[in-house]
Nanobody, 121 residues
Framework: QVQLVESGGGLVQPGGSLMLSCAAS????????MGWYRQAPGKERELVAT??????TNYSDSAKGRFTIARDSARTMTLQMNNLQPEDTAKYFC????????????????WGRGTQVIVSS
């Protein structure tokens, strides 16, 4: 089993930045891919970014050029978010799995409880 805990959310003004972190514990040796998803009120959960064990990354169109995903260690993944806009307001979830495909399509085995990001003036 793998446990994931997100942190770093909060309230930020438009144009501001936040860095989210995801701490993994448990059977982390089984993790080959990790990612971030978000869900805004009344909307479906959507992919933000993914990172594979080899370091290759994938971003949604809305995240490209503004967000950067990184895996700092076997246990920690981050999401640097710059130039945040009100439409980025959502609960952000960390996810991980042995298979990259399941992380990419949102069916990974492991999910955190999320951290709230609010972008507002």
């Amino acid at each position: 089993q793998v446990q994931l805990v997100e942190s770093g959310g909060g309230l930020v003004q438009p144009g501001g930045s936040l860095m989210l972190s995801c701490a993994a514990s448990g059977s982390i040796f089984s993790i080959n891919a990790m990612g971030w998803y978000r869900q805004a009120p009344g909307k479906e959960r959507e992919l933000v970014a993914t990172i594979a064990s080899g370091g290759s990354t994938n971003y949604s169109d809305s995240a490209k050029g503004r967000f950067t995903i990184a895996r700092d260690s076997a246990r920690t993944m981050t999401l640097q978010m710059n130039n945040l806009q009100p439409e980025d307001t959502a609960k952000y979830f960390c996810t991980a799995d042995e298979l990259f495909r399941t992380v990419l399509i949102g069916t990974a085995d492991y999910w955190g409880r999320g951290t709230q990001v609010i972008v507002s003036s």
